[in-house]
């Protein structure tokens, strides 16, 4: 199984990403192949909007049990009086995973390694899948985390993605058991992803700006 993860990040209205699901269901329904490895679970998409969006995406989407939603981010609170956050209790019935950690929350919100954890402990606790960004080798792993997204922060939104090789080299300093699955993320297409797929060490691609559009998108999940 691959997993291709789109974050949209803080884009998008209600009528946009409307008109994204539009799009991407049209692809899908015409496209007997991706249709075929989404149901053999060759291919599991997960789409990752603003919490705004959980809702009416999950109500629009296209029917497969292998296209599913995430949060981009969760409280490191539990449920409770936290004016203006988003626990996990609150997302449990919408999304499947969570990314946690990504570098620009780590870089604008000054978000730390301990609310880090326990954002994943919570996310745990309501079933729901943390997928932790990682900027490099140091980056603390807290116990039971199944997925990995390694993201070099030169590679995020420049277009330059990191060649495979030295994201092997990094892999192989991040302790990784043989469970857990490697993504790779930054300035990921449908042109340089041929490079990862040749390789059997890189388990999917967290896709950030080539995501907001569904055809672009849909383009990288043909080439999976
Ligand atoms: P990018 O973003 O694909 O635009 O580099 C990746 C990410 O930030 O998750």
Redesign the pocket.
């Known amino acids: 199984m691959k997993y291709l993860i789109a ?1 949209w ?1 803080s884009t998008k209205d209600i009528n946009t990403a409307l008109s994204w699901v539009n799009t991407f269901n049209k692809s899908i329904n015409k496209n007997k192949v991706l249709q075929k490895k989404l149901d053999e679970n060759y291919l599991k998409i997960i789409i990752c909007p603003s919490f705004h969006l959980l809702y009416p995406i999950k109500q629009n989407i296209y029917k497969n049990k292998n296209i599913v939603l995430g949060a981009q981010n969760v409280s490191f609170f539990d449920q409770g009086n936290y004016t203006g956050e988003i626990s996990a209790q609150n997302i449990k019935d919408l999304v499947e995973y969570s990314i946690i950690g ?3 929350r780590r870089k604008y919100l000054k978000e730390k390694d301990n609310e880090i954890d326990q954002k994943a402990m919570l996310l745990k606790d309501y079933d729901i899948e943390p997928i932790l ?1 990682v900027r490099n080798e140091k980056d603390l792993i807290p116990d039971k985390i199944n997925f990995i997204a390694y ?1 070099p922060v030169f ?4 277009g330059e993605n990191q060649a495979l090789r030295d994201v092997i080299n990094v892999k192989n300093k991040i302790s990784l058991n043989k469970d857990n699955v490697f993504i790779y ?4 297409n449908s042109k340089n992803i041929i490079q990862y797929l040749q390789s059997n060490e890189i388990g999917g691609f ?6 907001k559009d569904p055809t672009s998108f849909i383009e990288i999940a043909t080439k999976i």
């Open positions: 974050n990040k990504h570098s620009e960004c993201e590679a995020i939104g420049t993320g930054g300035s990921v967290l896709v950030g700006n080539v995501s």
